[in-house]
């Protein structure tokens, strides 16, 4: 052979073998089913982040501060009994139309409370039945937010960054633009608003169109597909558990952040808004507060572009520097020094999240994720509400300034401890292959599991 066919075969050997040593398109993440499905919830989140400054400005000069309280309980407290149920309906019935429907339930309750404060003082009985039917409506809603994203979106990690951002904005504009329609108009103005959130959301949702399932195991996640038949709600609750129990990472993180919510989350709030508020004014903590709004917005953002290839591990990073959070308000720090450490503990937690939410899609069978999911909701939400419950009493005890330290020596409690669980630590980003089998159960313990560890730790 001569020296130029031998090149000529090597020229020809390079160019065929080209098109496979091109990586890969990254796929477009703004088609017509996200950008249906990031409205939906961009608006939703706008409506909810203005309800609690709605029912404090607006409940609070009827019924005091107890009848605001007993009213956000009165909500939490249903969602946490409710939630449960909400990720079976999910499953069975499918998340696209849960969530349909919940919008719609909320559209009556917040419709009904606007028209309510529009003709004049509604008694506390309408506030309470309103905030349970809306408590409920949210726990039929949530659970199927996880299983939407897998289903809308090829590339679950770049979704939950962007809808992280988006709620992010939610939050910063949400509360002060509920305190200005208040100032302006009146309290009806903020809730009928909220209504017509939630009426576009739920007209968003009804516009997607999912692909068909491919086998009967993802007909329940399927926005459309029809019911299961032959297995009991018991049953149903049941399979949830099991799966949510058969991941060490998973339930060891929700133990971590159910601490977290009674140390850290829940008295938060409360305590870091006397103490500033007390020292610097109410204006502060509001600056105070829009600074963790912007944290939030870059953590996501960076979450956008970092793919670590152990997401969890790099969530525990970030999140030791949340630490700061807590810290700086305990030790009395300056304004600036609040701004800058209440920005970096909201891009820290931000960044966690993202990792956490793709995890949790992408490691679970999407025929039992929103059941799997609504565990996880049940377990985290109920620690906060205890902490928020206990904040108070706690202060008779001891100082604000002192029970902040606890909160931050807790945080980085909690780190070490995600550190120091193996199928924490070494759980690896799934790959497009990793959550292509319907049913397969992706992050599973096991002699070598998908999680990335050598067995089931303790």
Same mark, same amino acid.
């Given at each position: 052979?001569?020296?130029?066919?031998?090149?000529?075969?090597?020229?020809?050997?390079?160019?065929?073998?080209?098109?496979?040593?091109?990586?890969?398109?990254?796929?477009?993440?703004?088609?017509?089913?996200? *950008?249906?499905?990031? +409205?939906?919830?961009?608006?939703?989140?706008?409506?909810?982040?203005?309800?609690?400054?709605? =029912?404090?400005?607006?409940?609070?000069?009827?019924?005091?501060?107890?009848?605001?309280?007993?009213?956000?309980?009165?909500?939490?407290?249903?969602? !946490?009994?409710?939630?449960?149920? /909400?990720?079976?309906?999910?499953?069975?019935?499918?998340?696209?139309?849960?969530?349909?429907?919940?919008?719609?339930?909320?559209?009556?309750?917040?419709?009904?409370?606007?028209?309510?404060?529009?003709?004049?003082?509604?008694?506390?009985?309408?506030?309470?039945?309103? $905030?349970?039917?809306?408590?409920?409506?949210? =726990?039929?809603?949530?659970? /199927?937010?996880?299983?939407?994203?897998?289903?809308?979106?090829? #590339?679950?990690?770049? =979704?939950?960054?962007?809808?992280?951002?988006?709620?992010?904005?939610?939050?910063?504009?949400?509360?002060?633009?509920?305190?200005?329609?208040?100032?302006?108009?009146?309290?009806?103005?903020?809730?009928?608003?909220?209504?017509? *959130?939630?009426?576009?959301?739920?007209?968003?949702?009804?516009?997607?169109?999912?692909?068909?399932?491919? *086998?009967?195991?993802?007909?329940?996640?399927? $926005?459309?597909?029809?019911?299961?038949?032959?297995?009991?709600?018991?049953?149903?609750?049941?399979?949830?558990?099991? #799966?949510?129990?058969?991941? +060490?990472?998973?339930?060891? !993180? @929700?133990?971590?952040?159910?601490?977290?919510?009674?140390?850290?989350?829940?008295?938060?709030?409360?305590?870091?808004?006397?103490? @500033?508020?007390?020292?610097?004014?109410?204006?502060?903590?509001?600056?105070?507060?829009?600074?963790?709004?912007?944290?939030?917005?870059?953590?996501?953002?960076?979450?956008?572009?970092?793919?670590?290839?152990?997401?969890? $591990?790099?969530?525990?990073?970030?999140?030791?520097?949340? +630490?700061?959070?807590?810290?700086?308000?305990?030790?009395?720090?300056?304004?600036?020094?609040?701004?800058? %450490?209440?920005?970096?503990? /909201?891009?820290?937690? $931000?960044?966690?999240?993202?990792?956490?939410?793709?995890? !949790?899609?992408?490691?679970?069978?999407?025929?039992?994720?929103?059941?799997?999911?609504?565990?996880?909701?049940?377990?985290?939400?109920? /620690?906060?509400?205890?902490?928020?419950?206990?904040?108070?009493?706690?202060?008779?005890?001891?100082?604000?300034?002192?029970?902040?330290?606890?909160?931050?020596?807790?945080?980085?409690?909690? %780190?070490?401890?995600?550190?120091?669980?193996? =199928?924490?630590?070494?759980?690896?980003?799934?790959?497009?292959?990793?959550?292509?089998?319907?049913?397969?159960?992706?992050?599973?313990?096991?002699?070598?599991?998908?999680?990335?560890?050598?067995?089931? *730790?303790?």
């Amino acid at each position: 052979m001569t020296t130029a066919q031998t090149k000529n075969q090597t020229e020809t050997a390079a160019r065929t073998e080209s098109p496979t040593t091109t990586p890969p398109a990254r796929p477009p993440l703004w088609d017509r089913r996200f *950008t249906l499905y990031f +409205t939906a919830r961009a608006v939703s989140l706008l409506g909810d982040a203005m309800m609690p400054v709605a =029912a404090a400005l607006a409940v609070g000069p009827l019924y005091g501060i107890s009848g605001v309280g007993f009213v956000l309980g009165i909500w939490t407290g249903t969602f !946490v009994l409710l939630v449960l149920f /909400g990720g079976v309906f999910a499953d069975r019935f499918g998340a696209r139309r849960m969530m349909v429907g919940a919008d719609l339930v909320r559209v009556l309750t917040q419709g009904g409370l606007a028209a309510a404060f529009f003709a004049g003082s509604p008694p506390f009985w309408l506030l309470a039945t309103m $905030a349970a039917l809306a408590g409920a409506a949210v =726990a039929m809603f949530l659970p /199927g937010v996880n299983g939407m994203v897998p289903l809308v979106a090829r #590339e679950p990690q770049r =979704a939950n960054a962007t809808l992280k951002v988006a709620d992010a904005f939610a939050h910063l504009l949400g509360p002060a633009l509920a305190g200005l329609l208040i100032a302006l108009t009146s309290a009806g103005t903020v809730y009928a608003i909220d209504a017509g *959130t939630f009426l576009l959301s739920a007209l968003c949702l009804a516009l997607i169109r999912l692909a068909p399932a491919a *086998t009967a195991t993802d007909a329940p996640v399927g $926005a459309d597909s029809p019911a299961r038949t032959g297995s009991s709600l018991r049953r149903d609750l049941r399979q949830g558990w099991q #799966e949510f129990r058969a991941r +060490t990472w998973m339930w060891a !993180v @929700i133990l971590i952040w159910v601490v977290y919510g009674v140390l850290l989350f829940g008295p938060l709030v409360p305590l870091s808004s006397t103490l @500033i508020g007390a020292r610097l004014g109410p204006n502060a903590y509001g600056l105070v507060v829009s600074s963790l709004g912007v944290g939030t917005v870059l953590g996501g953002l960076l979450a956008l572009r970092l793919r670590p290839a152990r997401p969890l $591990a790099a969530g525990a990073v970030a999140m030791v520097l949340y +630490t700061v959070l807590p810290l700086c308000v305990a030790l009395g720090a300056d304004l600036p020094v609040l701004l800058a %450490c209440h920005a970096l503990g /909201g891009g820290a937690l $931000a960044f966690w999240s993202v990792m956490w939410a793709t995890s !949790v899609q992408t490691h679970t069978p999407p025929a039992v994720l929103n059941r799997v999911t609504a565990y996880e909701l049940a377990g985290s939400v109920s /620690g906060i509400a205890l902490g928020q419950i206990l904040a108070g009493p706690a202060t008779a005890l001891t100082s604000p300034g002192r029970l902040l330290l606890v909160s931050a020596g807790t945080c980085l409690a909690g %780190c070490v401890a995600l550190f120091a669980i193996p =199928a924490i630590r070494t759980l690896h980003r799934a790959t497009p292959a990793d959550t292509g089998g319907p049913g397969a159960p992706e992050g599973r313990d096991g002699p070598v599991g998908r999680d990335g560890s050598d067995g089931p *730790t303790a």
